[in-house]
């Protein structure tokens, strides 16, 4: 009878002992666009520092995150646009219930700094400082694939298809402008507000503009599908609105 309260005693202290033990803070790889770049990475300070997780945090292009996670690298959140998003999840990579859209931005148009500044706040005043540009610079991400678009929908597509400037994924067009290596550049908002030696011109008008929208989702080979979960969450959070909008970007409805 002794020995049977003595195991009974053991084992209420091992288990009380066990609860006491908090879980253990995880790391999680994140990779996401240079465009949310500002955002995310103020969203993660607070999220280390609420959870204890820690985040190991890589920039790149939207279209050399989704080669890389094609290519088999595995990040736990995979943080870029809504359609690539869907497109990864859609063979296999990212965990398509785990999806969230976080937020959306503009694109912007800029010149060097002192340079003459060209009226682009309407349709004509747009499509007459592209004719008028030496050189046109555009992404090779979201931003770069709406401006080939909107050339064609302005009829000047092949007018101006000779002076197209469009640098490998992950390039910082505001940083070419400042260089004088491009005369007029468009870029996401986010890309092109904050950078020196740059007038930013402002979002395109209304009509001529085109919003992406950002998201993220969990990978499928993520060991922390828990902690990927809410950091994604985190991000979309109504205290997350702050953080999005100080960044030039646009919280979702």
Same mark, same amino acid.
């Given at each position: 009878m002794l020995d049977r309260i003595r195991i009974r005693c053991t084992a209420f202290v091992i288990a009380c002992t066990a609860s006491s033990i908090p879980l253990l803070a995880a790391e999680l790889k994140v990779i996401a666009p240079n465009?949310?770049? $500002?955002?995310?990475? $103020?969203l993660s300070t607070r999220f280390e520092k609420e959870?204890?997780?820690?985040?190991?945090? %890589?920039?790149?292009g939207s279209e050399t995150i989704a080669k890389r996670v094609s290519d088999g690298e595995i990040f736990d959140v995979v943080v870029s646009t809504s359609p690539g998003l869907d497109r990864l999840a859609k063979e296999g990579w990212l965990v398509t219930a785990s999806k969230r859209d976080f937020s959306r !931005?503009?694109?912007?148009?800029?010149?060097?700094? #002192?340079?003459?500044?060209?009226?682009? !706040?309407?349709? $004509?005043g747009l499509r007459e400082a592209l004719l008028k540009?030496? %050189?046109? #610079?555009? %992404? !090779?991400g979201a931003s770069g694939r709406y401006m $080939?678009?909107?050339f064609q929908k302005l009829g000047i597509a092949d007018q101006i298809k000779h002076k197209i400037k469009q640098p490998p994924s992950g390039a910082q067009i505001g940083?070419?402008?400042?260089? #004088?290596?491009?005369?007029?550049g468009f870029q996401q908002v986010t890309e092109l507000v904050h950078v020196k030696g740059i007038q930013y011109l402002g979002a395109l008008p209304a009509e001529a503009q085109g919003f992406t929208i950002w998201s993220a989702a969990i990978h499928t080979g993520s060991k922390e599908p828990d902690a990927a979960g809410a950091f994604i969450k985190a991000l979309s959070a109504p205290e997350a609105a702050g953080a999005i909008r100080s960044s030039g970007m646009e919280t979702l409805p």
């Open positions: 465009a949310v770049n $500002e955002a995310v990475a $103020e959870t204890k997780h820690t985040l190991v945090l %890589s920039w790149a !931005s503009a694109i912007a148009a800029a010149v060097k700094a #002192g340079a003459a500044r060209p009226d682009v !706040s309407t349709t $004509e540009a030496e %050189s046109i #610079g555009i %992404s !090779s $080939e678009q909107l940083n070419l402008v400042a260089r #004088g290596d491009i005369e007029l």
